[in-house]
């Protein structure tokens, strides 16, 4: 059993806090296919009550993680054009190392993202 799993979080650039209610799914990807996964919601720190891929669900591969952040930016008073700049970001990545701990973030504006490999 490999020992890496996935953990995300989104951050609020523009009013500097974390992003609380993000609906995330995580896909894998294979070619031209993608398989849902994994679901979840931010909680008040931004993150997601436990990994997104645990251990005992981790395989090497293709990812996407899809942030829902167009209802966040709405209810924040944050985006208010239709249709908005950024709705569903999506972040497509890949995980080699069985045993590694593999951090995804998403750093959010109205009008801009950003990304890393975290810890």
């Given at each position: ?74 209810a924040n008073g ?21 045993d590694a701990h ?18």
């Amino acid at each position: 059993m490999a020992d890496g799993y996935l953990t995300t979080h989104v951050l609020d650039t523009a009013r500097g806090c974390p992003a609380a209610g993000i609906e995330i799914a995580l896909y894998r990807v294979s070619g031209n296919s993608h398989r849902k996964i994994a679901e979840a919601v931010t909680n008040a720190d931004g993150r997601t009550d436990a990994p997104i891929l645990p251990k005992d669900k981790f395989q090497p591969g293709s990812y996407e993680l899809i942030f829902f952040a167009g209802d966040y930016l709405r209810a924040n008073g944050l985006a208010k054009d239709d249709p908005l700049f950024l709705d569903a970001v999506p972040i497509r990545f890949g995980m080699a190392d069985p045993d590694a701990h593999y951090h995804v973030p998403l750093l959010l504006s109205p009008y801009g993202y950003s990304t890393y490999r975290g810890s």
